[in-house]
């Protein structure tokens, strides 16, 4: 299936930790979080992508046209020798990303809209890319093409805001948890399945928000399903939540990488 990740927004709640790059270029280690979102979906060989770009889209063209020299090493020849020559090899040989522009100002459910010609009629994988997840891409896929609706939303629990602690009856402190999971209802966690019949629901209008209208008229008509995920899921909104996903990857823990 094709992958369609919507990487146009502004950003505006993580500008303390970058001012200068669009949010899906900000850094997990050494690559952006784009990459790690696309990572997700090859290991379970989803590698055809449609990444939708519009603030600061340039920064993540460039970041793809430069992908080589940015991953291997290279020798540049001069005079008669001109030329580049490439050392090594890397896992993302296979890939095949398409970078749309769809507007700097446009809302996500225009930025879908916009790429219809490139996911054409076949049913396609979604999300945003800015959150990572250990999510099974298969058993969603599989969990979508079982009930034929429409649309599939990825429902998690939210990351808790605040430390939890576990005491004894005496009270010491026998279990601290620091972001530990919500135990309330669940909220999108993006990776959608969808069916081509989703731009029905949409309109090429660039005020026009995903999460709302479409959505809503797709839980009218009975077409939005949700799978349950209760592991591993994690936005990248916040300067907090930057730090939390670098310690995780410099620790070798990452649950979003196999």
């Known amino acids: 299936m094709k992958v369609v990740i919507l990487a146009g927004g502004y950003g505006t709640r ?5 001012d200068d790059l669009p949010k899906p270029m900000i850094p997990i280690g050494p690559y952006p979080i ?21 603030y600061k889209g340039h920064l993540i063209k460039d970041f793809f046209l ?20 490439y050392h090594g090899e890397h896992d993302e040989a296979d890939w095949s990303v398409t970078l749309a522009d ?9 930025r879908i809209s916009r790429v219809r010609k490139y996911v054409q009629n076949e049913d396609f994988l979604l999300t945003y890319g800015d959150g990572v997840s250990d999510v099974d891409i298969t058993r969603l896929i599989a969990f979508h093409k079982s009930h034929g609706r429409v649309l ?15 005491g004894t009856a005496e009270g010491r402190v026998a279990e601290f948890n620091e972001k530990p999971q919500a135990t309330g209802g669940r ?15 949409l309109e090429n209008r660039e005020d026009l ?6 959505m809503r008229r797709l839980v009218i008509d009975g ?15 916040t300067s907090r939540e930057f730090q939390l996903l670098n310690a995780l990857y410099e620790s070798g823990a990452a649950p979003w990488l196999r």
């Open 102 to 110: 769809t507007g700097i100002r446009s809302m996500t459910g225009a």
């Open 152 to 166: 599939t939303v990825t429902g998690v629990r939210p990351p808790g805001r605040f430390g939890e602690m576990v």
């Open 209 to 214: 928000i995903f999460e709302r209208e479409p």
């Open 187 to 201: 909220i999108s966690g993006g990776f959608f399945v969808a069916s081509p019949r989703l731009f029905e629901y």
């Open 223 to 237: 077409q939005l399903m949700m799978y349950e995920h209760d592991g591993f899921w994690q936005p990248m909104d």
């Open 34 to 54: 784009l990459w790690h979102i696309m990572k997700t979906y090859a290991h379970f060989g989803h590698k055809d992508f449609i990444v939708c770009v519009g």
């Open 14 to 18: 993580i500008r303390d930790v970058s």
């Open 66 to 85: 430069n992908y080589e020299a940015y991953t291997r090493d290279f020798t540049v020849g001069f005079g008669r020798k001109a030329g580049i020559t």
